[in-house]
């Protein structure tokens, strides 16, 4: 035994400085994030069957997509979005976008921008899509919309031009004519309204990019194959990062904070063994 | 007459008897009639509220005022000039720019808003010392706590279900069976415990509670 | 994107805040009383526009004559500041308390007594027709949860038997808090990591200032520390 | 016009016999028949911490947590802070420790500055109440830091950390238990709770922080009223166990809330 006012290793150990442990929390975090390491990822049913959901559909289809992501969610449902266009975009799908949400406009602008990049070309109006801007009215508006497009938009898109001008359009006036469609609902955390809307009466098979905290509302429709998949919030979009090999933000936040609970769990176990080889050595421990 | 009275019973009274009226009127019919007149008093209630930020904020600058006057006493004036300076400025802006106004929204866009998202997520830092501290197998009450945090917290991470999925559903049963308990045996307490507070506080019991 | 001066403050601001973890220090100091003044009048603004917006200019407007009462009921609340009519600030003070506790009991009997009782009788928590599994977890839930009730008793002693009726209650309580905790714990990092990410990470031309900015107050700390200016015991 | 509104019978019979229970027990309590209370071992807790601040010299930190008075659900939890706060205040006042009290409620920020500045005034110390530090109101917010540097910096050698909480929690607990603080938490809150009871020494969980304030006023028939909530926890155990036996044999129990 060691003299009494000496503190072993052990306990030395379990006072541990908190400023030490804070910065050990700092470096995993900012490392990860800025430098993210390809690890073996065990991929979620949910992300897997969104990822085959994308890929399923096939080359030149007209598909629509609803997007209306906000500033605040924009950090988990970014690279989710910008990746199924992308994925979409080199099948040369067609896709027509419309908002429910007055921060839709400006975000898909960056979206569009940013998944040129990725691209590598550049997408061109009234060929590769058509934003039909943002249309309001919630639950009916959504309603009325899918029910009758050119009744609702008065046969405009966002930029005030005919949708009639564009030759593939021709065809499209309501939820029933694409075969395929996105929704990218932020967090809304009610029952999703486009399976009712959408899904359930027209028969369109529907993707969702959500949040996390919407999952629980989801799940029902996702074990009935209403949704046909899900980007489930910031994991969502790490896993399709990770699927598509477009290693980036997402999956390096993801990555940051599994490491920052390894290191937890190594600190838990550390704390105890040092616990009990300082309980071993007959000395009063807290 | 006694200035107790008009100072400090009748504010209990109102207490009691508005505390009184709002209870009664949820369970019984006929005191409908009343049910605007009730809005209107917690209409009147919040918006009075809005009025009582000026009292602490006052103080607080009034605080740091005198910090910065008694210079001598405080080594930490300096810091109450930085207070002072922006806190003025922000009000200032406030008044004369509105609440809209390009500089106000700078400030609140590039200094408060990422100054809170930083300080929440400092809750990272003392969750994982506190964990540190008291995640230990002392005893069998500090392994309950241990055991279903360790579990849940792995639940949720993609680098521990992916080797051992086993993990989902011991995590799912803690969450929706022990945690259930629980939090349903707390929040019966909670309750119980709102019940005899709002009737010691009615029976002006708790004089205190008006000071 | 390019990096404007707001980026840089935001930045900067937060790496000054995170400072705080290192104890008491110049740079935490400071931070700390720029973001106190500014949200100490902030707050104050935003409250106060809320008062004179619903209480001042709807009780001057045609009509709203009865909105008086608030706006006299928040002038009371200043009585205070003055010692004779200190009483005063009591009635505006009986009338929100008075009017907020009363909606508090009866909302409590229904939402935190009653619907916790239901949710451990069927068809929520049924016994009959369920699967052993789903049977025994459903009367840990229901015998838990009394347990933690009778924690809570305060006219009884837990001697003899009832002792484990009370330990019981804790160790559900523990578990409880213990899947709070571990939930918590995983959504905080995701929070520190989605902080780090918009505040001082992206766009990724800001690297440099953030990078640049972090390495100089960790040499200013290192500094203080090595020098005594700011302690770390 | 039905006398009761449907559905809400239920919980007027539950919240009438709680309530006629609690009288009882307070009548007969006034009539000198005290009932039987356990004793919290919170209670000498409290006087401990505030014993270790007398001993050592140093300032007791008293947290009264966040929310707002006008929102029905955090009002309660604000309230029991009150007879908390009257008790430590003139505990400190009469042995001679000083109390700091950073308030981030900005209405109950008034009443608890008279509450503090009467316990002093009743302990005959009112020299000893700076009305610009012992009680001061801080923003929510900037209670993050305030509380980390300037416990930090002070040292106290107790806290006490009541009412109504949310993630400010840990920060604030942590910070006093750095500071080397001995820690008295308690909360309400479903989601704070959690750390209260991880990083304090000592913590009052939810109904006990109620009790709290009525094991701590000068009058001592007010622990009789308790025995009146002991009363509603039993009424839950019987309907609990009533219903799970009437569930059994195959009666419709939903039906009993609707009444």
Same mark, same amino acid.
């Given at each position: 035994?060691?003299?009494?006012?000496?503190?072993?290793?052990?306990?030395?150990?379990?006072?541990?400085?908190?400023?030490?442990?804070?910065?050990?929390?700092?470096?995993?975090?900012?490392?990860?994030?800025?430098?993210?390491?390809?690890?073996?990822?065990?991929?979620?049913?949910?992300?897997?069957?969104?990822?085959?959901?994308?890929?399923?559909?096939?080359?030149?289809?007209?598909?629509?997509?609803?997007?209306?992501?906000?500033?605040?969610?924009?950090?988990?449902?970014?690279?989710?979005?910008?990746?199924?266009?992308?994925?979409?975009?080199?099948?040369?799908?067609?896709?027509?976008?419309?908002? /429910?949400?007055?921060?839709?406009?400006?975000?898909?602008? /960056?979206?569009?921008?940013?998944?040129?990049?990725?691209?590598?070309?550049?997408?061109?109006?009234?060929?590769?899509?058509?934003?039909?801007?943002?249309?309001?009215?919630?639950?009916?508006?959504?309603?009325?919309?899918?029910? /009758?497009?050119?009744?609702?938009?008065?046969?405009?898109?966002?930029?005030?031009?005919?949708? /009639?001008?564009?030759?593939?359009?021709?065809?499209?006036?309501?939820?029933?004519?694409?075969?395929?469609?996105?929704?990218?609902?932020?967090?809304?955390?009610?029952?999703?309204?486009?399976?009712?809307?959408?899904?359930?009466?027209?028969?369109?098979?529907?993707?969702?990019?959500?949040?996390?905290?919407?999952?629980?509302?989801?799940?029902?429709?996702?074990?009935?194959?209403?949704?046909?998949?899900?980007?489930?919030?910031?994991?969502?979009?790490?896993?399709?990062?990770?699927?598509?090999?477009?290693?980036?933000?997402?999956?390096?936040?993801?990555?940051?904070?599994?490491?920052?609970?390894?290191?937890?769990?190594?600190?838990?176990?550390?704390?105890?063994?040092?616990?009990?080889?300082?309980?071993?050595?007959?000395?009063?421990?807290? | 007459?006694?200035p107790e009275?008009?100072r400090m019973?009748?504010?209990l009274?109102?207490?009691?008897?508005?505390?009184?009226?709002?209870?009664?009127?949820?369970?019984?019919?006929?005191?409908?009639?009343?049910?605007?007149?009730?809005?209107?008093?917690?209409? #009147?209630?919040?918006?009075?509220?809005?009025?009582?930020?000026?009292v602490g904020?006052?103080i607080l600058?009034v605080a740091?005022?005198r910090r910065?006057?008694r210079?001598?006493k405080d080594?930490?004036?300096?810091?109450?000039?930085? #207070?002072?300076?922006?806190?003025?400025?922000?009000?200032?802006?406030?008044?004369?720019?509105?609440?809209?106004?390009?500089?106000?929204?700078?400030?609140?866009?590039?200094?408060?808003?990422?100054?809170?998202?930083?300080?929440?997520?400092?809750?990272?830092?003392?969750?994982?010392?506190?964990?540190?501290?008291?995640?230990?197998?002392?005893?069998?009450?500090?392994?309950?706590?241990?055991?279903?945090?360790?579990?849940?917290?792995?639940?949720?991470?993609?680098?521990?279900?992916?080797?051992?999925?086993?993990?989902?559903?011991?995590?799912?049963?803690?969450?929706?069976?022990?945690?259930?308990?629980?939090?349903?045996?707390?929040?019966?307490?909670?309750?119980?415990?709102?019940?005899?507070l709002?009737?010691r506080v009615?029976?002006l019991k708790h004089r205190e509670v008006l000071a | 994107?390019?990096?404007?001066?707001?980026?840089?403050?935001?930045?900067?601001?937060?790496?000054?805040?995170?400072?705080?973890?290192?104890?008491?220090?110049?740079?935490?100091?400071?931070?700390?009383?720029?973001?106190?003044?500014?949200?100490?009048?902030?707050?104050?603004?935003?409250?106060?526009?809320?008062?004179?917006?619903?209480?001042?200019?709807?009780?001057?407007? +045609?009509?709203?004559?009865?909105?008086?009462? +608030?706006?006299?009921?928040?002038?009371?609340?200043?009585?205070r500041l003055h010692e004779k009519?200190r009483w005063?600030y009591r009635?505006?003070m009986?009338?929100?308390?008075?009017?907020?506790?009363?909606?508090?009991?009866?909302?409590?009997?229904?939402?935190?007594?009653?619907?916790?009782?239901?949710?451990?009788?069927?068809?929520?928590?049924?016994?009959?027709?369920?699967? +052993?599994?789903?049977?025994?977890?459903?009367?840990?839930?229901?015998?838990?949860?009394?347990?933690?009730?009778?924690?809570?008793?305060?006219?009884?002693?837990?001697?003899?038997?009832?002792?484990?009726?009370?330990?019981?209650?804790?160790?559900?309580?523990?578990?409880?808090?213990?899947?709070?905790?571990?939930?918590?714990?995983? *959504?905080? *990092?995701?929070?520190?990591?989605?902080?780090?990410?918009?505040?001082?990470?992206?766009?990724?031309?800001?690297?440099?200032?953030?990078?640049?900015?972090?390495?100089?107050?960790?040499?200013?700390?290192?500094?203080?520390?090595?020098?005594?200016?700011?302690?770390?015991? | 016009?039905?006398?009761?509104?449907?559905?809400?019978?239920?919980?007027?019979?539950?919240?009438?016999?709680?309530?006629?229970?609690?009288?009882? =027990?307070?009548?007969?309590?006034?009539?000198?028949?005290?009932?039987?209370?356990?004793r919290l071992p919170q209670i000498d807790v409290i006087d401990e911490i505030v014993a270790r601040c007398v001993e050592m010299n140093k300032e007791l930190w008293f947290l009264s947590g966040?929310?707002?008075?006008?929102?029905?659900?955090?009002?309660?939890?604000i309230l029991s802070t009150f007879g908390i706060l009257s008790y430590v205040t003139q505990r400190c006042a009469e042995y001679g420790a000083k109390i700091h009290h950073p308030s981030m409620l900005?209405l109950a920020y008034n009443i608890q500055f008279e509450i503090m500045r009467e316990a002093y005034e009743l302990a005959g110390k009112p020299e000893d109440f700076d009305p610009l530090d012992t009680i001061l109101y801080i923003?929510?917010?900037?209670s993050?830091?305030y509380v980390?540097?300037e416990s930090?910096r002070r040292k106290p050698a107790g806290g006490i950390l009541c009412g109504?909480? =949310?993630? =400010?929690?840990?920060?604030h607990?942590?910070?006093l238990?750095?500071a080397g603080a001995m820690t008295l938490g308690g909360?309400?809150?479903?989601?704070?709770?959690?750390?209260?009871?991880?990083?304090n020494n000592y913590?009052m969980?939810?109904?006990?922080m109620y009790a709290m304030s009525a094991y701590l006023s000068k009058d001592p028939v007010l622990t009789?009223?308790?025995?009146?909530?002991?009363?509603?926890?039993?009424?839950?155990?019987?309907?609990?166990?009533?219903?799970?036996?009437?569930?059994?044999?195959?009666?419709?129990?939903?039906?009993?809330?609707?009444?």
């Open positions: 035994m060691t003299e009494a006012g000496e503190k072993t290793f052990f306990e030395k150990a379990l006072d541990l400085d908190h400023r030490i442990i804070a910065t050990i929390v700092f470096i995993i975090i900012s490392l990860f994030i800025l430098v993210p390491v390809s690890l073996p990822f065990p991929v979620s049913q949910y992300g897997q069957n969104y990822y085959n959901f994308v890929k399923s559909i096939p080359e030149g289809e007209i598909i629509g997509f609803m997007l209306s992501d906000t500033p605040s969610t924009r950090p988990q449902l970014e690279s989710a979005s910008v990746l199924t266009l992308v994925e979409l975009w080199q099948k040369n799908v067609k896709i027509v976008f419309w908002e /429910d949400e007055p921060y839709g406009p400006p975000i898909l602008k /960056d979206y569009i921008a940013l998944a040129e990049l990725k691209l590598g070309r550049t997408v061109e109006y009234g060929v590769d899509y058509v934003d039909l801007g943002y249309i309001a009215g919630e639950e009916t508006g959504a309603a009325a919309f899918l029910k /009758d497009i050119r009744g609702l938009t008065g046969g405009k898109d966002a930029y005030g031009n005919n949708i /009639d001008s564009y030759e593939w359009m021709k065809g499209i006036n309501s939820g029933s004519d694409w075969e395929y469609g996105f929704f990218n609902v932020a967090c809304r955390c009610t029952e999703p309204l486009y399976v009712r809307q959408w899904q359930m009466p027209y028969g369109t098979k529907v993707g969702s990019i959500n949040c996390a905290m919407d999952l629980p509302a989801i799940t029902l429709y996702l074990a009935t194959g209403q949704i046909a998949g899900t980007a489930n919030g910031l994991l969502g979009s790490a896993e399709i990062e990770y699927l598509t090999g477009n290693i980036g933000l997402a999956f390096g936040q993801t990555l940051a904070v599994s490491f920052g609970g390894v290191y937890f769990t190594i600190l838990v176990v550390l704390g105890n063994i040092f616990f009990f080889m300082a309980k071993a050595k007959g000395r009063p421990v807290t | 007459m006694d009275l008009y019973t009748i504010p009274y109102i207490v009691t008897l508005l505390g009184i009226w709002m209870t009664a009127e949820y369970f019984f019919p006929f005191l409908n009639p009343l049910v605007p007149a009730s809005d209107a008093i917690r209409a #009147y209630a919040s918006i009075a509220e809005g009025a009582a930020w000026g904020t006052a600058t740091h005022l910065i006057y210079q001598s080594p930490f004036w300096g810091y109450s000039v930085v #207070y002072c300076v922006f806190f003025f400025v922000m009000f200032l802006l406030g008044i004369f720019e509105g609440l809209g106004g390009a500089n106000f929204n700078w400030l609140l866009k590039w200094l408060i808003q990422p100054g809170d998202m930083a300080l929440y997520s400092t809750t990272a830092f003392y969750v994982t010392t506190a964990g540190y501290r008291v995640f230990r197998f002392r005893n069998l009450d500090a392994a309950a706590l241990l055991i279903s945090g360790m579990f849940i917290m792995w639940s949720v991470l993609p680098l521990f279900t992916g080797p051992a999925p086993w993990i989902v559903p011991i995590a799912g049963w803690i969450n929706n069976v022990p945690a259930v308990a629980c939090y349903r045996g707390f929040v019966i307490g909670v309750a119980l415990g709102i019940i005899g709002s009737l009615w029976l | 994107m390019a990096v404007t001066m707001g980026m840089i403050a935001g930045s900067w601001i937060c790496i000054m805040l995170y400072t705080m973890l290192y104890g008491d220090n110049f740079v935490s100091r400071t931070a700390e009383h720029i973001y106190m003044g500014l949200i100490a009048a902030y707050r104050f603004l935003v409250n106060f526009d809320f008062y004179y917006k619903k209480g001042v200019l709807q009780a001057v407007s +045609p009509g709203g004559g009865l909105f008086v009462i +608030p706006v006299i009921l928040g002038i009371l609340i200043y009585a009519t005063v009635y505006p009986a009338i929100i308390m008075g009017s907020m506790l009363g909606i508090t009991v009866r909302t409590t009997v229904f939402s935190q007594i009653l619907d916790q009782v239901k949710g451990n009788l069927p068809p929520i928590a049924p016994l009959v027709g369920v699967p +052993p599994f789903t049977l025994v977890s459903n009367l840990i839930i229901i015998f838990g949860s009394l347990s933690a009730v009778v924690f809570f008793i305060f006219s009884q002693e837990f001697r003899g038997p009832t002792r484990y009726v009370h330990r019981f209650g804790r160790i559900i309580l523990l578990l409880g808090f213990g899947a709070t905790y571990g939930n918590t714990l995983s *959504y905080r *990092y995701e929070l520190l990591a989605g902080t780090f990410l918009s505040n001082m990470f992206s766009p990724p031309e800001i690297l440099p200032y953030t990078f640049g900015f972090a390495a100089a107050i960790a040499i200013i700390l290192i500094i203080g520390f090595k020098t005594g200016l700011a302690h770390w015991d | 016009m039905p006398v009761i509104v449907p559905g809400r019978g239920l919980g007027l019979v539950v919240l009438v016999i709680v309530i006629v229970a609690i009288l009882y =027990y307070l009548r007969r309590a006034e009539g000198g028949q005290l009932a039987r209370i356990r966040q929310g707002r008075m006008t929102y029905a659900t955090q009002l309660p939890g900005p923003p929510v917010e900037a993050r830091p980390a540097n930090w109504f909480w =949310y993630h =400010y929690t840990i920060i607990a942590e910070a238990q750095r909360t309400d809150t479903t989601h704070n709770i959690p750390f209260m009871v991880a990083a913590s969980i939810g109904e006990e009789s009223s308790l025995v009146g909530q002991d009363i509603g926890k039993y009424i839950v155990i019987l309907l609990t166990i009533a219903g799970m036996i009437a569930g059994a044999a195959g009666v419709n129990v939903l039906s009993w809330f609707k009444i």
